[in-house]
Nanobody, 124 residues
Framework: VQLQASGGGLVQAGGSLRLSCAAS????????MGWFRQAPGKEREFVAA????????RYADSVKGRFTISRDNAKNMVYLQMNSLKPEDTAVYYC??????????????????WGQGTQVTVSS
């Protein structure tokens, strides 16, 4: 599986961004997807995940109510809509595939393919 994340950039606090992740290499609807992020000097952390069908999602408490994960299986795409952005959301964001399961999960160890990351910077 190859994953290509895009959509990052510089935004002011309170603004919005939508990240996209294009997947290829396997039948996209056969596995779950997730978004993770890594801020400078910190460990990578879970952000959001979505099951194979797109009807079950989970979020980190820090982004719940502000971020929305979605997927389009016809286009082999997963998205992360980020609203009400805060400076603490600044990080490199990674999409990841959990090809061993159709169910969403939060532990990084459950994901076996990773994209290259896209930088999100939120200014105060």
């Amino acid at each position: 599986v190859q994953l290509q994340a895009s959509g990052g950039g510089l935004v002011q606090a309170g603004g919005s961004l939508r990240l996209s992740c294009a997947a290829s290499g396997r039948t996209f609807s056969n596995y779950a997807m997730g978004w993770f992020r890594q801020a400078p000097g910190k460990e990578r952390e879970f952000v959001a995940a979505i099951n194979w069908r797109g009807d079950i999602t989970r979020y980190a408490d820090s982004v719940k109510g502000r971020f929305t994960i979605s997927r389009d299986n016809a286009k082999n795409m997963v998205y992360l809509q980020m609203n009400s952005l805060k400076p603490e959301d600044t990080a490199v964001y990674y999409c990841a595939a959990r090809t061993r399961s159709i169910y969403s999960s939060s532990p990084q160890s459950e994901y076996d393919y990773w994209g290259q990351g896209t930088q999100v910077t939120v200014s105060s």
